[in-house]
């Protein structure tokens, strides 16, 4: 099966080898399955299979469990003699216990090398999604980074972001002339979203060094692909946080990586766990990205897997390019469950030898309904298939282990440190200081003009003149108006089309608030 991942044992008695095609392995999948049925171990099989047909892959590990794909199985271990049972009814002679090279990663930095990515990367139309905006705050964090682009202003953290926003907000009269309506009210809720993103951590996500996708798609000197796993147990608490970075990273894969038309083998495979939190709740433009998408980065020799308990739970327009499928036990208790199993039944090649919406309700843990794509890439007909065990350790990576593997990967130390680059936040701020001292230095010569008053004054009482009590607080106002004019001289100097008092103003808001 040297063309092919092997992934279990069909047709009679479970003796016939079944395996996914490496050249039809872009083509996309699906894995599903009601919950205990086996979907994660399957996962695992497929990204063992990959890793050792020198195909990196990249993985969520929502539970935890998928860690022990860097650990080999045991003898030990309470399910071995289960496990080669199994192997045996499938024809699998050569099934043995090995280890596969894992790099770990975490958005929160915990379990894994930080993964990062910065907020112009990220780009307006996820951000609006991941902090949930209307259509008029969309509008606002457009024209933001438009401003960011036309200013110099560059967005990494979003603490950048925050300082912009402060800086439209004061500008906003003059920015309504040029892009329409920019509302008070919007820009606050979009603060407010700002603060609930940076709660939910992503101050973590935002930043540099930002996550370089050859790091992901690395392969070792052995030949073994990568296999990338994100932790994803504590991001799960964010549910928005982590589909928009699965589909961020995504949509970079489908941007950065060069046209390969059908290799024979993928590039990359991109499991993606939990798939019905990328749609839930999505609005139309946003399944129109993934699906299309999903039906470009084929060319790219990425091939995307989507991991959910129901079918039903992804887009037909996504579903209808997920070509190979591997379907575990769906429970019908409803009306409507059994209509989605139908409909399930209904997208595959039947098998004369049985049922498919029957067998999709009966296969037992670790058996699935598989159809896989063959020849010319049509698919194949369904066969029931008792999937392979494990090679790697079935359940969690031992923490001592774990910091380990991340001790020695090869990107130990690459992405621990966060660099915080000169950026719209600095670059604002370092404004506002440079007009302020300015604006002392003004001041101080003003100080040396009334040490000079005070003295000919001082002189003058000497000779009899009368001093004007008011002088201090003449001075004070002058003083106040000294340090706005300079500043505002300034800032005009860099800012053309905005009046010098607003965007001072927005400086120093964004000083303050941004911190
Ligand atoms: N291919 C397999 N070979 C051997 N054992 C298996 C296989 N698949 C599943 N099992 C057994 O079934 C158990 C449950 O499988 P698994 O954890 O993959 O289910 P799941 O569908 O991911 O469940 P959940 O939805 O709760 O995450 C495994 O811990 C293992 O004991
Ligand atoms: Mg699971």
Redesign the pocket.
């Known amino acids: 099966m040297q063309d092919s991942v092997f992934i279990g044992g069909g047709g009679e008695a479970y003796a016939t080898k079944q395996g996914l095609k490496l050249k039809y392995a872009n083509r996309h999948g699906l894995i599903a399955?009601a919950?205990?049925?086996?979907?994660?171990?399957?996962l695992q099989?497929l990204a063992e299979g990959f890793s050792k047909a020198g195909v990196p892959v990249f993985l969520s590990d929502v539970?935890g469990?998928l860690s022990g794909l860097a650990a080999a199985g045991s003898e030990g271990f309470k399910?071995h003699q289960?496990?080669t049972d199994?192997a045996s009814k499938i024809g699998f002679d050569d099934y043995t216990y090995e280890s596969f090279p894992v790099t770990f990663w975490d958005l929160f930095g915990e379990q894994g090398h930080p993964v990062r990515t910065t907020v112009a990367e990220m780009g307006p139309l996820l951000l609006s999604r991941l902090m949930d905006l209307t259509e008029a705050q969309e509008g606002i964090l457009n024209i933001a980074f438009r401003l960011s682009d036309e200013q110099g202003l560059p967005l990494l953290d979003l603490k950048d972001l925050q300082a912009l926003l402060v800086w439209v907000g004061e500008n906003r009269k003059e920015l309504s002339l040029r892009y329409g309506a920019v509302s008070v009210a919007s820009i606050g809720a979009i603060q407010r979203r700002l603060l609930i993103l940076e709660n939910q951590g992503g101050t973590k996500l935002f930043g540099e060094p930002a996550l370089a996708l050859s790091d992901i798609m690395r392969t070792d000197p052995d030949g073994r692909g990568r296999i990338n796993i994100l932790a994803a147990d504590k991001l799960m608490g964010s549910p928005r946080l982590y589909a928009t970075f699965l589909l961020w990273l995504l949509s970079e894969l489908f941007e950065e990586l060069p046209e390969v038309g059908d290799p024979d083998k993928p590039r990359l495979v991109f499991f993606f766990d939990e798939a019905h939190l990328l749609f839930d709740g999505a609005p139309k433009a946003l399944v129109d990205k993934v699906e299309q998408v999903a039906r470009l980065i084929r060319s790219k020799g990425v091939g995307i897997y989507f991991v959910t308990?129901n079918p039903a739970d992804v887009p037909e327009d996504v579903l209808g390019q997920l070509g190979n499928r591997i379907q575990?036990a769906l429970r019908a208790f409803t009306g409507r469950d059994k209509k989605q199993l139908r409909l399930a039944a209904e997208t595959y090649r039947e098998n004369p030898r049985f049922d498919t919406e029957q067998a999709i309700r009966e296969v037992g843990?670790?058996e699935a309904v598989t159809s896989m794509l063959a020849k010319k890439g049509i698919p194949g007909v369904v066969e029931r298939t008792l999937?392979?065990?494990?090679s790697s350790q079935?359940g969690p990576l031992d923490d001592s282990l774990r910091k380990q593997v991340i001790a020695t990967s090869p990107v130990s130390g690459k992405y621990e440190t966060v660099q915080d680059r000169r950026s719209a936040y600095e670059i604002l701020k370092q404004r506002a200081e440079k007009a302020a001292s300015e604006a002392e230095a003004a001041e101080a010569r003003e100080e040396e003009m009334s040490m000079a008053e005070r003295e000919f004054n001082a002189a003058r009482r000497y000779s009899g003149s009368r001093v004007s009590r008011s002088s201090s607080r003449s001075m004070r106002i002058s003083k106040d108006d000294s340090f706005g004019t300079a500043m505002g001289k300034m800032v005009m100097k860099e800012l053309t089309g905005t009046t010098g008092r607003k965007i001072v103003r927005g400086i120093l808001g964004g000083l303050f608030k941004g911190r």
């Open positions: 399955g919950t205990g049925t086996g979907k994660t171990v399957t099989i539970k469990d399910l289960a496990f199994r308990q575990h843990v670790g999937i392979r065990p494990p079935l």
